[in-house]
């Protein structure tokens, strides 16, 4: 039987929340012996979508719980981050300007697309006030 390892952190939509995702995404690699390219990918993903969720959810001033859940397994790793900020489906976000030097390009916008190239299956759905993003990175 395959054993699974569940973890959650609450983070804050504040600027503390990256240094949190850093860290406590490094202890989870090293408890499973993930590489650590691997985890760069994890944590650049996370970071950009819940930069996101930070910067564009919320219209008040207000602390809002961010939840990361994710499951570990050999064979891979599932994420499950859920707020309570405006709707919005991440996967449905355009991909343009990907032709376009680095150098020419607007700032911005290639943040969630990054995110995407990186994990291996997503999912969304808004339910009872809560966005909800699934996403898989294939381990093994």
Known sequence: MM???TYIHIFKNNSNAIDELTEFLNTIGEHHKISKDIVLQIRLS???????IISYSYD???SHDIKLTIHVNKKN?????IDDGKPFNPLEVEVKNIDIP???????????????TFMDKASYKHQKGFNQLTLTKVLS
């Open 46 to 52: 996370l970071e950009e979508l819940i930069v996101n």
């Open 60 to 62: 008040d001033n207000k």
């Open 77 to 81: 790793m599932t994420f499950l981050l």
């Open 102 to 116: 680095l150098k020419d390009r607007p700032i911005g916008g290639m943040g969630i697309p990054l995110a995407r």
């Open 3 to 5: 054993t699974q390892k």
